[in-house]
């Protein structure tokens, strides 16, 4: 599978490739700006992407920006977003754009390779990938609705909210697909949501619940 | 002294009279009050009353009361200069006919022959060494003893007309901490931004790129078979890395707040950073007890900053350093013996000093002519 990064710290460049290549990921190009790399997606056509969110010059938020920007060049381009603090600001604006395959996770992620190798083959596959964190915040930030569900029915919701599909949310909690299914039904149910398939539908189906449960 | 104000406010009492089309003009009226306010506070000053107020702020623009009021004293200062300066132009003239009247008086035609005393005649040497002298020294005991508390009276009423009201002296103050609260809050931002990005870019990108060699590593150590020297070769990296991410920890938080500092205040802090310049450098210590914080660390920097241009950028084989404080102020003075020339353009030094100490609103001075020496003064305000 080919990457093209976004990433102007040398460091974690060389981390990232040393990690990927490890992996069975090829990285096609290392872009050190939105420009390149909205250049190099042109140029290499990648099966998934990695942005640094802080990239010159402004240092600010160039990386979403040049990620939303390849996105509308490419529907559906997979990206996943690497940042060193979250904002779930970021997060909605890369979950605004049509189609799946966005994922938005803390630097912090990639030092369990597992996890963030997953997640990428998830968001390269055109699922999602949130970062734990920002899902914990929206689900704390909800309170009130979503205290008619058990804990395990809680923790299912927050995987589900990261992307996982349900065998992953099963291997994750150490329980059967069947369990699991019965929980995600019991959760549409009690939440009044209209049940949805597996995938980035029902990542954005939880999502916009906990968004408006404020 | 006093004479010669009576005698230029004479002067220009005439120039103003002469320059009465001109009074509307609002910028050249405050700049002659401001000109006449200043001569007066001048006077005052010099004869132990001190003006209630100095003239930091005279020639501020477009202050509608101020030029109103400028306008109102232009009249006043005819009627003053010309009431009061009179006195003085025949004192001094009559001093300069009495001069020539005393020695000279034959010279001059018998229906002429000069007056003293307004309106004696001088007929022979009697009369002309009797009066004339005694004209000079009664004028000079005028001089001396009238004319000063006229120059005064003078000076007071132009004060008194051109003086800021206590509310405008408290605008005026509101304006400036209104200014300095700005820089202040605009500084304080700006070295916010500077440690963030400080943190991000450097300890914390640090650490991700350890954790990422050390997940690789953890990886590959169960490997079959085993790459060691790939493994060793993270590890060494991620060891590397991390005393690496130590040392820019050390870095910022010395940025952030020095812990010399901390731990020995500000005397003790200068002693360190004098000791570790490059150049030997005296420090004089005066007493900085109970300095602000904010206040020790600006000098704290400054004094670095100016020492690491020292060793730098003078050739300097010498330096000095003296601190002290006042009730309000505290003042420190770097020079060197190197080569000055010392631009702010050059460089970020200077301009960090002068963006610290304004922040505090505070004053730093340059002088670092070509061929040296360079002389750095900061003064800070810390008594508030």
């Not at chain 1, 099963?170 to 209209?194: C, E, M, P, S, Y």
Request: glycine share 10%; proline share 5%; aromatic share 4%.
């Amino acid at each position: 599978m080919r990457v093209v990064i976004a990433e102007d710290n040398v460091l974690l460049s060389t981390g990232l490739e040393l990690l990927l290549g490890r992996a069975g990921f090829q990285v096609a190009a290392v872009a050190t700006d939105g420009d390149g790399f909205v250049a190099a997606v042109r140029e290499h056509r990648p099966d998934v992407t990695i942005v640094d969110v802080r990239l010159p010059p402004t240092f600010r938020d160039e990386g979403i920006r040049a990620a939303l920007r390849a996105r509308r060049e490419t529907p559906g381009l997979p990206v996943l977003v690497l940042s060193q603090y979250v904002e779930q600001q970021y997060a909605a604006e890369l979950l605004a754009t049509s189609g799946g395959g966005v994922g938005y996770l803390l630097k912090d992620r990639v030092s369990r390779v597992d996890g963030f190798v997953d997640a990428l083959r998830r968001v390269a596959a055109g699922g999602t990938a949130m970062d734990p964190e920002v899902i914990a915040a929206l689900v704390q930030r909800a309170g009130d609705p979503i205290a008619v569900l058990t804990a395990r029915e809680r923790e299912v919701l927050a995987l589900m909210a990261q992307g996982l599909d349900n065998t992953a949310i099963g291997q994750r909690l150490g329980i059967t697909d069947n369990a699991i299914h019965k929980h995600v039904g019991n959760i549409f149910a009690k939440l009044g949501l209209a049940v949805s398939d597996s995938g980035h539908r029902r990542v954005l189906a939880v999502l916009a619940y906990l968004n408006a449960a404020r | 002294m006093t004479v010669r104000y009576l005698l230029g406010s004479l002067l220009s009492a005439v120039v103003t009279l002469a320059g009465l089309p001109l009074w509307p003009v609002p910028r050249l009226a405050r700049f002659w009050a401001a000109r006449h306010r200043s001569r007066a506070t001048r006077v005052l000053a010099g004869s132990g009353s001190p003006p209630r107020q100095a003239d930091a702020g005279a020639d501020g623009d477009g202050d509608g009361e101020r030029t109103a009021r400028a306008v109102l004293w232009l009249p006043v200062h005819v009627v003053t200069g010309l009431v009061l300066g009179l006195p003085a132009l025949l004192c001094v003239g009559n001093i300069v006919v009495a001069s020539i009247a005393t020695p000279l008086w034959w010279a001059f035609p018998l229906a002429d022959r000069p007056r003293l005393f307004v309106d004696i005649p001088v007929p022979d040497w009697t009369t002309a060494l009797t009066l004339g002298p005694l004209q000079i020294v009664l004028l000079l005991a005028v001089a001396r003893w009238v004319l000063p508390p006229l120059a005064r009276l003078h000076a007071r009423i132009c004060v008194a007309v051109l003086s800021y009201r206590t509310n405008e002296q408290l605008a005026d103050r509101v304006a400036v901490l209104t200014r300095t609260r700005a820089e202040v809050l605009d500084a304080h931002g700006a070295e916010l931004r500077r440690i963030e990005r400080d943190l991000h870019d450097g300890t914390q990108a640090r650490l991700v790129a350890i954790a990422m060699r050390l997940a690789v590593a953890r990886d590959a150590f169960t490997d079959v078979p085993r790459d060691d020297a790939f493994v060793e070769g993270l590890i060494r990296e991620a060891h590397e890395g991390v005393e690496e991410a130590m040392a820019e920890l050390r870095t910022v938080i010395r940025s952030v707040y020095p812990p010399i500092l901390a731990d020995r205040g500000l005397d003790g802090a200068l002693t360190a950073v004098t000791a570790g310049c490059a150049v030997p450098v005296k420090l004089e210590l005066g007493d900085l007890e109970r300095v602000p914080a904010a206040v020790a660390a600006v000098a704290y920097f400054t004094v670095a900053e100016a020492l690491t241009n020292v060793s730098k950028h003078s050739g300097a084989t010498g330096a000095g350093v003296r601190a002290g404080r006042t009730a309000d102020r505290l003042s420190l003075v770097i020079c060197d013996n190197g080569h000055g020339g010392a631009d702010d353009r050059q460089g970020t030094g200077l301009a960090g000093i002068r963006r610290r100490v304004s922040a505090l609103d505070g004053t730093a001075t340059v002088d670092s002519p070509a061929g040296g020496p360079t002389t750095v003064t900061v003064e800070l305000p810390c008594g508030w």
